[in-house]
Nanobody
């Protein structure tokens, strides 16, 4: 079976950090760009970050630029999202998704999706 599984979410204080993981099983991520998206209650799902298949291109939403860092480890078939200086408005379910080779700004361009992991930023 082809699976993407997000992990690493949880409850964190404002200003804290979390590292999310997106692990693939049943296929390799070698030829895929990986995007991170998030959806808060009552809001549209929005793009957060993306890394190209080679790791050579990194993209970030303006709202997270300078705070979040995306990376990949193809040996572990895993993509990471390091989230620092977290704010309450970062609270959402975070999803990872694949697109062949290149990143896209639009979520409809992505094909495989994980089940999501909850991130809650609250005091």
């Amino acid at each position: 079976q082809l699976q993407l599984v997000e992990s690493g979410g949880g409850l964190v204080q404002p200003g804290g950090s979390l590292r999310l993981s997106c692990a693939a099983s049943g296929f390799t991520l070698e030829h895929y760009a990986i995007g991170w998206f998030r959806q808060a209650p009552g809001k549209e799902r929005e793009g957060v970050s993306c890394i190209s298949s080679s790791g050579g291109s990194l993209n970030y939403a303006d709202s997270v630029k300078g705070r979040f860092t995306i990376s990949r480890d193809n040996a572990k078939n895993t993509v990471y999202l390091q989230m620092n200086s977290l704010k309450p408005e970062d609270t959402a379910v975070y999803y990872c998704a694949t697109r062949y080779m290149h990143c896209s700004y639009y979520r409809t361009e992505y094909n495989y999706w994980g089940q999501g992991t909850q991130v809650t930023v609250s005091s």
